[in-house]
């Protein structure tokens, strides 16, 4: 039988990292001063392996550490900022010694985005990062080095492949400040869309991509860029098209070698890329009705009156979004400024047809409420006050507000350029509608 020589240490990990030995039994007889370890173990981590928890460590299977090296391991994963709370025990026989670490997830950890590393496909960076970085799987925490590393690392990447720039990363929040995601990016360097294809394109829609894509010639390229393009470029061409269930892989560069300048204008490195937009348009729609629901202060002839679409035509979402706010407009114009239409598509996939639902939640009629004008000396708000056609407790007529501006233009001293702010506020306790108009005088060029 194996003899097990007495004695387990206890490190434990503080949220603060307030590193200390937490107890230690009285060995029979001296610890040897370095370990060799025969088995690296963790528990309590739901996001991580094992084998990437022991790598991160820097103490897999076989090495032979020493007791400050332990020390120095679990510090390591502290700061990582990948958990919460960190301890480890060991114990040793003449065999070996097995090392066990208890961690505690940290929560707060965000997706990563990779704007601009167009010489690698996204598999290949989180490949790459996760084979320098074993708790890289694709997001990171708010806290921590994790961060920095995966920064290095991809600095590594382009020094390694003798691209010019440098690496930076920032914090994107939302609401309140919250962390949403890191966004890394390659500054120094100048990348600009060469050409634009679309793969899966027919003829009839091919031409009108092309024309879209001149947007695109010569401009610099970011992830975000070419995603916006997508939505309000190409999509719509083939929702105007009765390809209404059309998808598009996201943007894929590719890097291209072309004669002429390779600097800027800031004397920058230039890469130039072409990129692929594929298309899968599946079927083509033909348009076979729509029918209202929840209608109740408009007539629905009134309502049919500001639709566009004819049944058996070629169905055209894009058409029928601007058909919708025409009738949110005659709504706001009667008070019913909270009034929404959701449309409802259901598909008769064999015989490629569609079928709209639109269902109206008027909502309450709205009343003029408060009238502001800032920005202007007295005589001027008077004018525009009385130029004001709706009186307080009067309906509000949301389309008035357009003509207003226009007249009250008039009114204005011509030797100045004038711009306003409105702000339109529906107050839901009282169910009135406030105006705040911001004025600002600029000498004119």
């Known amino acids: 039988m194996k003899s097990r020589l007495p004695g387990i240490w206890l490190i434990a990990c503080a949220p603060l990292l307030a590193w200390a030995v937490a107890g230690q039994s009285a060995p029979s007889r001296p610890s040897p001063p ?79 985005t990779f704007t601009d590393f167009v010489w690698f496909s996204d598999d290949e960076i989180r490949r790459r990062l996760h084979e320098r970085i074993p708790l890289f799987s694709g997001e990171l925490p708010g806290e921590g080095r994790l961060p920095d590393q995966v920064s290095d690392v991809l600095q590594a990447l382009l020094v390694e492949n003798g691209i010019p720039g440098h690496v930076e990363f920032a914090r994107k929040t939302g609401k309140e400040d919250k962390l949403e995601s890191f966004a890394f990016d390659v500054a120094g360097v100048s990348i600009r869309i060469h050409k634009a294809d679309f793969p899966g394109a027919g003829p009839g829609e091919l031409p009108l991509l092309q024309a879209a894509s001149q947007r695109l010639i010569d401009r610099e390229y970011s992830r975000e860029f070419v995603t916006n393009f997508t939505e309000h470029s190409v999509l719509p061409i083939f929702r105007e098209h009765g390809y209404l269930k059309a998808r598009c892989a996201p943007a894929q560069p590719k890097v291209v070698k072309l ?178 108009l911001q004025y600002t005088a600029k000498a004119p060029r």
Do not use: C
């Not at 490195?269 to 083509?284: E, L």
């Open 259 to 436: 004669t002429g300048p390779q600097v800027d204008e800031l004397q920058q490195p230039r890469t130039f890329v072409d990129v692929t937009f594929a298309i899968t348009p599946g079927s083509q729609y033909t348009l076979s009705g729509w029918e209202w629901a929840g209608n109740k202060e408009i007539a629905t002839d009134a309502l049919d009156a500001l639709m566009h679409g004819k049944t058996g035509q070629t169905a055209n979402t894009i058409q029928l979004g601007d058909d919708l706010r025409a009738v949110q407009d005659l709504y706001g114009s009667k008070g019913f400024v909270v009034a929404t239409i959701k449309a409802d598509a259901q598909f008769d996939d064999a015989a490629g047809r569609v079928l709209y639902r639109l269902e109206v939640n008027e909502g309450p009629v709205f009343r003029m409420g408060e009238l502001e004008f800032r920005g202007l000396d007295n005589n001027l708000t008077g004018r525009l006050r009385a130029a004001w056609k709706i009186r307080a407790g009067e309906v509000y007529d949301a389309s008035y507000l357009r003509q207003f501006l226009d007249q009250a233009r008039k009114l204005l001293p011509a030797n100045l350029d004038w711009e306003v702010d409105p702000h339109v506020t529906a107050l839901a306790h009282n169910r009135t509608v406030d105006v705040d």
């Open 34 to 112: 370095s370990y060799k370890l025969i088995a690296v173990t963790v528990s309590g981590s739901k996001r991580f392996t094992s084998e990437e928890i022991a790598a991160a460590s820097g103490l897999p299977a076989g090495t032979v550490a020493r007791e400050e090296d332990f020390k120095k391991a679990a510090r390591q994963l502290g700061e990582s900022g990948a958990f919460s709370n960190i301890s480890f025990n060991y114990s040793y026989t003449s065999d070996g010694t097995k090392l066990q670490f208890q961690v505690a997830d940290a929560e707060n950890f965000v997706p990563v």
